[in-house]
């Protein structure tokens, strides 16, 4: 079981690093996909251009590291929860937006964005607790070999 988690961990990782890699190909149409929600405004969603895609492709590699598990879930699924959040206002106004996920322009659908987007903080919370019920393995490291 724990081989097909792990496969399934990476799957994860790859799809967040997949996304921060097309979003800092093209920087800004990310920034204007920021923009459009209209939450914040310059320089604000300048920075978050810049900064959130570097954020994913680290923590999706970290997922993948047996000792950032927990972090780098906590970070994925936390930014997935703050997507989803503005995903929602954005659709209770009736905003036409692109959410900018994939690096993409098209329109979203919104049911089925926060439904997917549901899924994924589902995923990353499942990978937190799996990884908090693991011993760990620094503190592991510390301590006196037995004989």
Do not use: H
Not at 2 to 25: E, H, N, Q
Not at 28 to 46: E, L
């Amino acid at each position: 079981m724990s081989a097909v988690l792990f496969v399934i961990r990476l799957g994860y990782g790859a799809l967040f690093i997949w996304s921060g890699i097309a979003k800092l190909k093209d920087p800004i149409s990310f920034a204007d996909a920021v923009r459009n929600f209209q939450i914040v405004g310059d320089p604000f969603a300048a920075a978050a251009a810049l900064f959130i895609p570097w954020v994913e492709v680290f923590a999706g590699i970290g997922i993948m590291w047996d000792r950032l598990v927990r972090g780098s879930a906590a970070v994925l699924a936390g930014s997935v929860a703050v997507f989803t959040v503005a995903i929602v206002i954005a659709w209770t106004r009736g905003l036409d937006i692109s959410c900018g996920c994939f690096g993409g322009t098209g329109e979203i659908d919104y049911p089925v964005k926060v439904a997917q987007n549901v899924v994924l903080i589902a995923a990353g919370c499942f990978f937190w607790w799996k990884a908090a019920q693991q011993p760990d393995a620094i503190s592991d490291l510390s301590a006196e070999p037995q004989a």
